[in-house]
């Protein structure tokens, strides 16, 4: 009885699921086996022409691009992100509540004026590049707008909350005076930290690494905005060939490359955490 229970409220979420996740991704995918036609629709016939023109040489190197630049924004995020849920589960309620809403309050502002903010930030009349002049760490010739840099820094802040989060709710329930044991016990600092601490919150470290990680392979408008040419991810081909292109097989055969890139980690780390 209680099983059937259960049953019966996961079946709204199951269906919404079902509807607009699974459905969709069927159809995406099916796209791919479809031919194009001149008129930027899907021709009638079935064909592998368009998943065997994701061998092409020019899509290589993106999804090289798409996979280190996710990796490397994980990586910096959670280098950044340990450290601030250590601090804020051991701080007082009221500086733990003002730091938090300082995580928060970017969320409360529209995502494309926050690119474009970075956008300024970094020009080359704008006040990082003055500053940095100024303090005689950049030339006028140096450039932080349009490379892979400058991607990578608003990836960062961009996807920094979704790894604080988690870590900080997993590290608001663990138990500091294990790390004080281990300090009494002869442990040093880092090494309290990274055999006691990151032990103790394996569960919100897998979720903040899903979470950034699937984020950055699905970003296209930071690379648009704040990247060059040599910048471009996956996401910006798919909106090229379903936009510009018209190309819609192409474009779901691309779709179903980051498909795999997201469901392929998803399902790995998800069995790590059985």
Same mark, same amino acid.
Not at 4 to 23: I, M, N
Not at 243 to 271: I, K, Q
């Given at each position: 009885?209680?099983?059937?229970?259960?049953?019966?409220?996961?079946?709204?979420?199951?269906?919404?699921?079902?509807?607009?996740?699974?459905?969709?991704?069927?159809?995406?995918?099916?796209?791919?086996?479809?031919?194009?036609?001149?008129?930027?629709?899907?021709?009638?016939?079935?064909?592998?022409?368009?998943?065997? =023109?994701?061998?092409? =040489?020019?899509?290589?190197?993106?999804?090289?691009?798409?996979?280190?630049?996710?990796?490397?924004?994980?990586?910096?995020?959670?280098?950044?992100?340990?450290? @601030?849920?250590?601090?804020?589960?051991?701080?007082?309620?009221?500086?733990?509540?003002? @730091?938090?809403?300082?995580?928060?309050?970017?969320?409360?502002?529209?995502?494309?004026?926050?690119?474009? &903010?970075?956008?300024?930030?970094?020009?080359?009349?704008?006040?990082?590049?003055?500053?940095? @002049?100024?303090?005689?760490?950049?030339?006028?010739?140096?450039?932080?707008?349009?490379?892979?840099?400058?991607?990578?820094?608003?990836?960062?802040?961009?996807?920094?909350?979704?790894?604080?989060?988690?870590?900080?709710?997993?590290?608001?329930?663990?138990?500091?005076?294990?790390?004080?044991? &281990?300090?009494?016990?002869?442990?040093?600092?880092?090494?309290?930290?990274?055999?006691?601490?990151?032990?103790?919150?394996?569960?919100?470290?897998?979720?903040?690494?899903?979470?950034?990680?699937?984020?950055?392979?699905?970003?296209?408008?930071?690379?648009?905005?704040?990247?060059?040419?040599?910048?471009?991810?996956?996401?910006?081909?798919?909106?090229?060939?379903?936009?510009?292109?018209?190309?819609?097989?192409?474009? =779901?055969?691309? =779709?179903? @490359?980051?498909?795999?890139?997201?469901?392929?980690?998803?399902?790995?780390?998800?069995?790590?955490?059985?």
């Amino acid at each position: 009885m209680k099983s059937r229970r259960e049953l019966l409220l996961t079946l709204p979420s199951l269906g919404w699921l079902l509807v607009f996740f699974a459905l969709p991704c069927v159809l995406i995918l099916g796209l791919a086996f479809r031919a194009s036609d001149l008129r930027g629709g899907v021709g009638d016939a079935w064909s592998l022409e368009t998943v065997k =023109s994701l061998a092409d =040489s020019q899509y290589l190197p993106v999804v090289w691009k798409t996979l280190w630049m996710s990796v490397a924004t994980t990586a910096c995020c959670l280098a950044l992100a340990l450290p @601030v849920s250590w601090a804020l589960a051991r701080m007082g309620a009221f500086w733990r509540q003002i @730091v938090l809403l300082l995580i928060i309050v970017p969320f409360l502002t529209n995502f494309i004026i926050r690119i474009f &903010a970075w956008r300024s930030l970094l020009h080359p009349e704008g006040i990082i590049k003055q500053a940095l @002049v100024w303090l005689h760490l950049a030339t006028e010739d140096t450039l932080l707008l349009n490379n892979a840099g400058a991607v990578l820094l608003v990836m960062v802040y961009t996807q920094l909350p979704f790894a604080i989060l988690p870590l900080y709710a997993a590290a608001e329930k663990f138990d500091f005076t294990l790390v004080d044991a &281990a300090r009494d016990l002869g442990a040093s600092t880092w090494q309290a930290f990274r055999k006691v601490f990151l032990p103790g919150v394996r569960q919100g470290l897998i979720s903040a690494i899903v979470i950034v990680f699937v984020c950055s392979l699905g970003q296209y408008v930071i690379p648009k905005y704040v990247g060059g040419t040599g910048d471009e991810m996956i996401g910006n081909k798919i909106e090229q060939r379903a936009f510009s292109d018209r190309n819609l097989p192409l474009a =779901s055969a691309l =779709s179903g @490359v980051l498909l795999l890139a997201v469901l392929v980690p998803t399902l790995w780390l998800g069995r790590k955490r059985e």
